[in-house]
C-alpha cells in the first residue's frame, strides 16, 4: 500500500508474487486529509477492490507508513474522527499491518504515482466532520467556532503543526520544528479539520484563545 498527496496505489501479493493492481486519484477533499488518514484510506481502497481476495482470509498488509501499526491497534474512540469511520469499515476484514521501508514497495509506490484519474468511486459514505465536532464536541455557537478557526490561522505554531499534519511527520523528534516538537508524542492521534486541529475528537486550542478562556475564568 502506498499513498502521496494526490494518489492511492496498492498491489495484491501472494506468495511475493502480484495478482492485482489498483490505483486511483485523490479528491480535492481527500487531498486535504492528514497523512495518516490517507494511508489508512489506501488500505480500504485495496481491500475494497480486492474484496473477492481479502474477505474471510488473514490478510497481510505492508506499508511503509509505520504509525498504522499502532494507529490501527488503538481503541476506536481514541480515533480520531475520519479514522473512526475507515477503521468500522475494515472491520470486515482481518487485516495485520506490517511496516517495510518504502524501498521494498516499490511496486505500491509506482502505482501511487501512476494513478488512474477517476475519482467518482465512494470508498468511505462522506461524513459532515464539522456538523458532527460542532453539535457533539464543540458546543459553541458558529461565531465562536469560526473564532477558532482565525485564531488556529493566525498562530504559528498552529500553522506549522497543520503543516506537519497534513504532509508527513519526519522521521524523527529532532526533524520537527521546534515549536511542533511538544505534539510529537501523540502525532498520530492529530487531525486537521475545516481549519481546525484536533486530537482525536478534542480540539486543539491555540495559545491566544487559551488565554482568553483563562482571562475570562478569572474575571
Known amino acids: 500500500m502506498s499513498a502521496i498527496p494526490k494518489g492511492l496505489g496498492a498491489v495484491l501479493l501472494q506468495d511475493g508474487k502480484p495478482l492485482a493492481y489498483a490505483s486511483r486519484a485523490l479528491t480535492p477533499t481527500l487531498e486535504r486529509y492528514a497523512q495518516i488518514e490517507k494511508e489508512t ?7 475494497q477492490k480486492f474484496h473477492q481476495f481479502t474477505y474471510g482470509r488473514p490478510t497481510h498488509v505492508e506499508s511503509d507508513h509505520k504509525p498504522l501499526q499502532y494507529i490501527l491497534s488503538t481503541p476506536l474512540h481514541q480515533a480520531p474522527l475520519r479514522l473512526q469511520k475507515m477503521m468500522l469499515t475494515l472491520q470486515r476484514y482481518d487485516l495485520k499491518v506490517k511496516y517495510l521501508p518504502g524501498s521494498e514497495l516499490s511496486v505500491a509506490n509506482a502505482m501511487s504515482r501512476s494513478y488512474l484519474q477517476e475519482t467518482t468511486e465512494t470508498l468511505i459514505p462522506d461524513l459532515e466532520v464539522n456538523e458532527v465536532q460542532l453539535t457533539a464536541h464543540l458546543p459553541i455557537s458558529p461565531e ?3 473564532e477558532f478557526q482565525k485564531a488556529t490561522v493566525d498562530d ?3 500553522q506549522a503543526l497543520s503543516t506537519v499534519v497534513l504532509n508527513r511527520w519526519p522521521g524523527s523528534k529532532e526533524e520537527v520544528p521546534g515549536n511542533v516538537r511538544k505534539y510529537w508524542c501523540y502525532r498520530d492521534e492529530i487531525s486537521s479539520v475545516d481549519g481546525l486541529l484536533f486530537k482525536a475528537q478534542k480540539l486543539i486550542v ?10 475570562r475564568i478569572h474575571e
Open 156 to 158: 504559528p505554531t498552529m
Open 206 to 215: 491555540s495559545q491566544s484563545m487559551r488565554k482568553e478562556m483563562l482571562d
Open 41 to 47: 484510506l489506501t488500505i480500504v481502497c485495496g481491500a
Open 144 to 146: 465562536k467556532y469560526a
